[in-house]
């Protein structure tokens, strides 16, 4: 049996294969991080791998799973290690990360995580939870009191289980011993997830203790992040492969595409890493960077993964390798959503969406049609409503927003063009299966997903040019399927 990854077994790593060259031991935890998945070890811990090299320092991380003891079973065992594949078209490149330096999972120990939180040491609080992490409502941005891991928390302050709840129970504990609070450091694909977060701590802390509340608001730093990296969730296929490599098995492996990008709003309670020396852009409005990733990348991502999975495309690279859908997506960034945009200072634009087609069709990556299109009810509001919003306020078209709108709907409905059952991942799941199979005729079904207050909101759901638009791209590929849907939209396009 191969031996797993470890600091006893990484003196055997090939030489190709770079690995920590600080001292693990002599650093000290400065960040606890809430969501420990695949993107957060492929992306700030390694620009906080970065910086330990450069500096040492008390910057390591410990990592917390929220939903279950899964990447802590991984990664315990070796030491908090793992392995970074980045793969490019030119091929794959090893790299073994160590900033991550304890594991844990919240719910076997809430109290050992809020006394995690409280110790003055941790002076950073870094998120990534996906969207439904914040028991919010995406469509208004506020805070859902009857969510029921909310109402759990304020029934029971001492041991939470949501992300908020966590966060709350940290910041009061260092409250009542007279210490700073920690910067709340969200790297979540949501529109000013900075100020979305602020705004849903105060909510809950409000419910609890005015005084709390306001000590938050004066005293607490939110700064808003940009983050770009695209990360395919890891198969035991890749697994076997790194083994081959490495020589030992990695439980916790992540990859990656060779890109990545940070934007941070300069705005810390206590200090911080130099990230900007690992790459990172320090800036003091994130927001054009926010909306250009959330509308061109995140946007014709979800826009792929709807229409690709319809068309039994397995992933967004065999989706690019249609030329129809390439055409669709590069329509798409120039037409409805790049329009929308006020472009941060020297932004390239063209550059950027070029960019992004060629990242999209890397064939080193096996991003899944599926995993994009989990969640979708709590991406949309993010990801293409904003795009509408403003697209309809200018009177202007919104025939490929409208068809990304209906490929979703299609995909919640939970069957496919050949009849087969989707698999649909979201939080309401069962309520937009219900909706589809209630609305029988695509003006019901359309009718019925815009009175879903979650997602739309009442004047944007009102209005009849996306109404109409919406119906009659879901008639299309309901009739005729998502390929012909596609062509027939850039023939009228004329593209």
Same mark, same amino acid.
């Given at each position: 049996?191969?031996?797993?990854?470890?600091?006893?077994?990484?003196?055997?790593?090939?030489?190709?294969?770079?690995?920590?060259?600080?001292?693990?031991?002599?650093?000290?935890?400065?960040?606890?991080?809430?969501?420990?998945?695949?993107?957060?070890?492929?992306?700030?811990?390694?620009? &906080?791998?970065?910086?330990?090299?450069?500096?040492? %320092?008390?910057?390591?991380?410990?990592?917390?799973?929220?939903?279950?003891?899964?990447?802590?079973?991984?990664?315990?065992? *070796? %030491?908090?290690? @793992?392995?970074?594949?980045?793969?490019?078209?030119?091929?794959?490149?090893?790299?073994?990360?160590?900033?991550?330096?304890?594991?844990?999972?919240?719910?076997?120990?809430?109290?050992?995580?809020?006394?995690?939180?409280?110790?003055?040491?941790?002076?950073?609080?870094?998120?990534?939870? &996906?969207?439904?992490?914040?028991?919010?409502?995406?469509?208004?941005?506020?805070?859902?009191?009857?969510?029921?891991?909310?109402?759990?928390?304020?029934?029971?302050?001492?041991?939470?289980?949501?992300?908020?709840?966590?966060?709350?129970?940290?910041?009061?504990?260092?409250?009542?011993?007279?210490?700073?609070?920690?910067?709340?450091?969200?790297?979540?694909?949501?529109?000013?997830?900075?100020?979305?977060?602020?705004?849903?701590?105060?909510?809950?802390?409000?419910?609890?203790?005015?005084?709390?509340?306001? !000590?938050?608001?004066?005293?607490?730093?939110?700064?808003?992040?940009?983050? /770009?990296?695209?990360?395919?969730?890891?198969?035991?296929?890749?697994?076997?492969?790194?083994?081959?490599?490495? %020589?030992?098995?990695? $439980?916790?492996?992540?990859?990656?595409?060779?890109?990545?990008?940070?934007?941070?709003?300069?705005?810390?309670?206590?200090?911080?890493?130099? !990230?900007?020396?690992?790459?990172?852009?320090?800036?003091?409005? =994130?927001?054009?960077?926010?909306?250009?990733?959330?509308?061109?990348?995140?946007?014709?991502?979800?826009?792929?993964?709807?229409?690709? @999975?319809?068309?039994?495309?397995?992933?967004?690279?065999?989706?690019?390798? /249609?030329?129809?859908?390439?055409?669709?997506?590069?329509?798409?960034?120039?037409?409805?959503?790049?329009?929308?945009?006020?472009?941060?200072?020297?932004?390239?634009?063209?550059?950027?969406?070029?960019?992004?087609? $060629?990242?999209?069709?890397?064939?080193?990556?096996?991003?899944?049609?599926?995993?994009?299109?989990? /969640?979708?009810? *709590?991406?949309?509001?993010?990801?293409?409503?904003?795009?509408?919003?403003?697209?309809? /306020?200018?009177?202007?078209?919104?025939?490929?927003?409208?068809?990304?709108?209906?490929?979703?709907?299609? @995909?919640?409905?939970?069957?496919? $063009?050949?009849?087969?059952?989707?698999?649909?991942?979201?939080?309401?799941?069962?309520?937009?299966?219900?909706?589809?199979?209630? %609305?029988?005729?695509?003006?019901?079904?359309?009718?019925?997903?815009?009175?879903?207050?979650?997602?739309?909101?009442?004047?944007?759901?009102?209005?009849?040019?996306?109404?109409?638009?919406? &119906?009659?791209?879901?008639?299309?590929?309901?009739?005729?399927?998502?390929?012909?849907? =596609?062509?027939?939209?850039? *023939?009228?396009?004329?593209?």
């Amino acid at each position: 049996m191969t031996k797993r990854l470890s600091e006893a077994t990484r003196g055997a790593l090939p030489r190709e294969v770079a690995q920590p060259a600080y001292d693990r031991a002599a650093c000290g935890i400065g960040i606890v991080h809430l969501g420990l998945g695949a993107f957060h070890r492929a992306h700030q811990a390694v620009y &906080t791998d970065d910086i330990l090299a450069k500096h040492s %320092g008390d910057w390591a991380i410990h990592g917390v799973s929220l939903r279950g003891p899964g990447v802590r079973d991984q990664l315990a065992p *070796q %030491g908090g290690l @793992y392995t970074l594949a980045e793969r490019g078209p030119e091929g794959e490149a090893l790299r073994v990360i160590g900033a991550v330096k304890a594991v844990t999972f919240a719910a076997e120990s809430p109290e050992a995580l809020i006394q995690r939180l409280a110790a003055p040491q941790t002076r950073i609080v870094s998120i990534t939870v &996906t969207e439904k992490g914040y028991c919010h409502d995406p469509a208004s941005g506020k805070l859902r009191p009857e969510h029921p891991d909310i109402t759990h928390d304020l029934a029971n302050p001492g041991r939470p289980r949501s992300l908020p709840g966590f966060l709350l129970a940290g910041l009061r504990a260092r409250r009542a011993a007279g210490a700073k609070p920690f910067t709340l450091l969200s790297c979540d694909n949501l529109p000013h997830n900075g100020r979305l977060l602020r705004g849903l701590i105060l909510e809950l802390a409000a419910l609890e203790d005015p005084g709390l509340a306001a !000590w938050i608001e004066d005293e607490a730093r939110f700064p808003a992040t940009m983050i /770009d990296r695209i990360v395919p969730a890891t198969t035991e296929a890749d697994r076997a492969r790194a083994e081959e490599r490495l %020589g030992l098995r990695d $439980e916790g492996l992540v990859v990656a595409e060779p890109f990545t990008q940070w934007v941070i709003e300069e705005d810390f309670a206590d200090g911080r890493p130099p !990230w900007e020396e690992a790459g990172a852009e320090m800036v003091r409005d =994130v927001a054009p960077y926010e909306e250009m990733k959330l509308r061109l990348l995140n946007g014709s991502h979800s826009l792929l993964a709807y229409l690709g @999975y319809l068309a039994g495309y397995e992933t967004v690279a065999d989706t690019m390798a /249609d030329a129809d859908f390439r055409r669709l997506a590069k329509c798409f960034m120039d037409r409805e959503a790049g329009p929308t945009l006020k472009l941060p200072a020297g932004a390239d634009l063209e550059g950027y969406k070029a960019a992004l087609i $060629e990242r999209f069709a890397n064939p080193g990556l096996q991003h899944r049609t599926w995993q994009i299109a989990m /969640d979708g009810s *709590q991406k949309l509001p993010q990801r293409l409503l904003g795009s509408l919003r403003q697209r309809l /306020d200018d009177g202007a078209p919104i025939d490929i927003l409208a068809l990304a709108v209906a490929a979703w709907i299609r @995909y919640a409905g939970g069957q496919d $063009e050949s009849g087969r059952e989707i698999d649909v991942r979201d939080p309401l799941a069962a309520r937009l299966g219900a909706v589809y199979a209630a %609305g029988a005729a695509p003006a019901g079904i359309v009718e019925g997903f815009l009175g879903i207050s979650e997602v739309f909101d009442a004047e944007l759901a009102a209005d009849p040019r996306l109404r109409a638009a919406v &119906t009659a791209a879901l008639q299309s590929l309901v009739d005729h399927g998502s390929r012909a849907t =596609v062509a027939a939209a850039l *023939q009228r396009l004329e593209v």
